[in-house]
């Protein structure tokens, strides 16, 4: 597994959580990093991404203004800070590195996807 993601767990509603995406292995180090999430019976949606400098970002709508995506290039790093959560913020979140320098909401965009963390929001 080249990307790892963590900082999972369950939370209730209205509550923060920050997730970590790293990376052993520095596969997206000029890469565009995507959170994506997968919840019961869903089909794998996407959350966030960030080009590989930083630069740009890009937001589901669900998520916009609630989630913060960033990365820490030194660290090989991507979080995700996710406030303001909900119920259907419940779900598996993974995270993935970019074909490409700037990020895509595709998932067909990304490879070397790691294994999930889950996240659970009750009401």
């Known amino acids: 597994v080249q990307l790892q993601a963590s900082g999972g767990g369950s939370v209730q509603a209205g509550g923060s959580l920050r997730l970590s995406c790293a990376d052993s292995r520095r596969t997206s180090s000029n890469n565009a990093v995507g959170w994506f999430r997968q919840a019961p019976g869903k089909e794998r949606e996407f959350v966030a991404g960030i080009s590989w400098n930083g630069g740009n970002t890009l937001y589901a709508d669900s998520v916009k203004g609630r989630f913060t995506i960033s990365r820490d290039r030194a660290a090989n790093t991507v979080y995700l800070q996710m406030n303001s959560l909900k119920f259907e913020d419940s779900a598996v979140y993974y995270c993935?590195?970019?074909?490409?320098?700037?990020?895509?909401?595709?998932?067909?965009?990304?490879?070397?996807w790691g294994q999930g963390t889950q996240v659970t929001v009750s009401s």
């Open positions: 993935a590195a970019g074909l490409r320098s700037v990020p895509q909401s595709g998932s067909g965009g990304y490879r070397y």
